[in-house]
């Protein structure tokens, strides 16, 4: 009798504790949707909430492995918090990416994000909550356990039957899991080390965090559903197999601290180790307040509001049709931090597939506009491929047998139709920055550098000062696998760079495919060549490529806060 006390007094400490953290999460969670603002309280938060969805893993499976204290099968509800889990978390994850690339801020426009979102935020904390509650319940008569009875059973042949088969579907469903959590960890840790493996490498380094919990809440289930002793060697190779593959997928997460560190260092060797002084205060309102936010890589972030127009026509001619989105602030932006300076945005997608809008970061667009930019988010002529020819989601007006050169001077229409049009945007021709990921990086590196060196005038529109290269994972020179040639100067455009050339900020994944990483390194060693130190790269640990999908991701809030600045700085 004493020791059963003694559990039921253990039970009721963590059920009080589970219920009080999980108000907390609901509670700052509705904080955050009235007032999205990042601040220390929200960052404490961020690890509260972390560690509130680990402990209610923990304390729903080691307070129900089985028969609890009481004698009660709540099996049920065990496995339901585990599904539940499963399921929440990709549900949060799709709403915030949809967030991100839906154009219009509307309610109505984005009210399937938010519900994917806080239906899947407030499901996880409202059933652990909900969970320890009964269990306190359960746990309020001192007598209960003289009695067995078993919740949500019956004994009929019909319902054992369908539970052996549902019992089958889920241990095969969770072993496959099971599998590709062990996968994601390995390229987490070793990077992608083959072509095949790319799509893991971008997804498992900037949503480790988020399957790791779907892994853990894998594994718990998987070890409930096989029934082994707790003797057996094989149930404790499976749960130490689960909780290390966990562990691992934590490891970008874990290394957040450090990440910030060494952009830190890096960025101020390169700009200045007094930039934060020429940062008035008051441009600071409009920052980035930290380098990351915990609460926000789960709850997102609210699109910023701008003025967006659609499918500017600007070039028609070889078969094809070209146009760009542009995004101005809702004011105006000569009050703000980027007083109308001008932003390319040039997307990625290997020269033979992709489109601007929704695949090339449109929540970035947003979020730079309503600091007083004025935004463009172009398209140019692709070649063919038969790998991407059933891309649904490039637009077939834009294909064709383009090569390098003429994609360049396909950017370098949009630029001559921006020097002509700049009155109509208000747009400060005196200022402008490159950006683009991937072969928009190579694209963004070549347009930037060639402009700058004044040497490409047929091409380029003249009047435009390129204050800024920001290139994300750039592919240089990586076109020869696709069979697309080029002008050299055009295909490895880190030639071009000479004492011209714009102050230089790269975005670059440590775990990249083709040795990407090198491609950077090359771009920052020409610059210093020709003596020039205003470029750095900050490298994010176990990013692959295009890491910076996920707008509130570690990656890209991280490169995000220095960007803004960056481009303060030199604007």
């Not at 080029?486 to 714009?502: A, H, M």
């Amino acid at each position: 009798m004493p020791k059963i006390l003694v559990k039921l007094r253990n039970i009721t400490a963590i059920s009080y504790i589970t219920i009080t953290l999980n108000l907390i999460c609901i509670a700052f969670g509705i904080l955050y949707i009235i007032n999205p603002l990042i601040s220390i309280l929200m960052n404490i938060f961020g690890i509260i909430l972390v560690l509130t969805i680990f402990e209610n893993l923990l304390f729903i499976y080691f307070t129900l492995h089985k028969k609890n204290i009481l004698r009660v099968k709540t099996q049920y509800i065990s496995y339901g918090f585990l599904l539940l889990i499963i399921i929440a978390i990709p549900c949060m994850m799709l709403g915030n990416l949809l967030l991100s690339v839906i154009y219009s801020n509307k309610l109505m426009d984005t009210i399937g994000a938010y519900l994917l979102l806080y239906l899947g935020y407030f499901g996880i904390f409202s059933y652990g909550f909900s969970f320890a509650l009964f269990e306190l319940k359960l746990l309020s008569n001192i007598d209960l356990y003289l009695f067995k009875f078993s919740l949500f059973t019956t004994n009929t042949i019909r319902h054992s039957r369908i539970r052996k088969i549902s019992r089958k579907i889920l241990v095969t469903l969770s072993r496959i899991t099971f599998i590709f959590g062990i996968v994601f960890a390995v390229v987490i840790i070793f990077g992608s080390f083959e072509v095949v493996t790319t799509f893991v490498a971008i997804v498992s380094g900037q949503f480790g965090t988020f399957f790791s919990i779907i892994f853990l809440a894998n594994t718990l289930l998987l070890l409930k559903l096989k029934r082994r002793k707790r003797t057996t060697k094989k149930y404790y190779k499976t749960a130490l197999i689960g909780f290390f593959v966990s562990g691992c997928l934590l490891m970008p997460l874990f290394f957040t601290n450090t990440t910030i560190k060494n952009a830190e260092n890096t960025f101020s060797t390169a700009f200045g180790s007094n930039w934060r002084d020429q940062i008035p205060s008051g441009s600071n309102d409009y920052f980035l307040p930290t380098p990351f936010s915990l609460t926000s890589y789960f709850l997102g972030s609210r699109p910023k509001a701008s003025i967006i127009e659609t499918n500017t026509l600007f070039y028609n001619d070889e078969g094809i049709k070209l146009y760009f989105d542009s995004y101005k602030a809702l004011n105006g932006g000569e009050s703000l931090p980027g007083e109308n300076s001008v932003i390319i945005r040039i997307h990625g997608g290997s020269w033979v597939s992709g489109d601007k809008g929704m695949m090339n970061m449109m929540q970035m667009n947003k979020y730079f506009a309503a600091q007083g930019y004025i935004v463009f988010d172009i398209q140019y002529g692709l070649d063919q491929n038969l790998l991407f020819g059933l891309d649904p989601l490039t637009p077939e007006y834009k294909k064709g047998n383009f090569d390098i050169d003429d994609m360049m001077r396909h950017i370098g229409v949009f630029t001559q139709y921006l020097v002509s049009h700049a009155d109509e945007y208000g747009a400060n021709l005196n200022s402008v920055f490159v950006s683009g990921g991937s072969a928009g990086g190579h694209l963004a590196s070549a347009v930037a550098l060639a402009i700058a060196s004044g040497n490409y005038t047929e091409i380029f529109g003249t009047g435009l000062t390129i204050k800024g290269l920001i290139p994300f994972y750039p592919a240089n020179g990586q076109m020869v696998f696709f069979g697309i040639s080029g002008s050299y100067e055009f295909t490895n455009p880190e030639n071009l760079i000479g004492q011209n050339s714009p102050p230089c900020l790269i975005f670059q994944g440590t775990h990249d495919i083709l040795n990407y990483f090198s491609i950077s390194e090359r771009i920052r060693n020409n610059y210093r060549a020709k003596g020039i130190s205003e470029c750095a790269i900050l490298w994010m640990p176990f990013g692959g490529h295009a890491s910076d999908f996920y707008f509130t991701g570690y990656y890209n809030q991280i490169f995000l806060y220095f960007m803004e600045r960056f481009m303060y700085l030199y604007h």
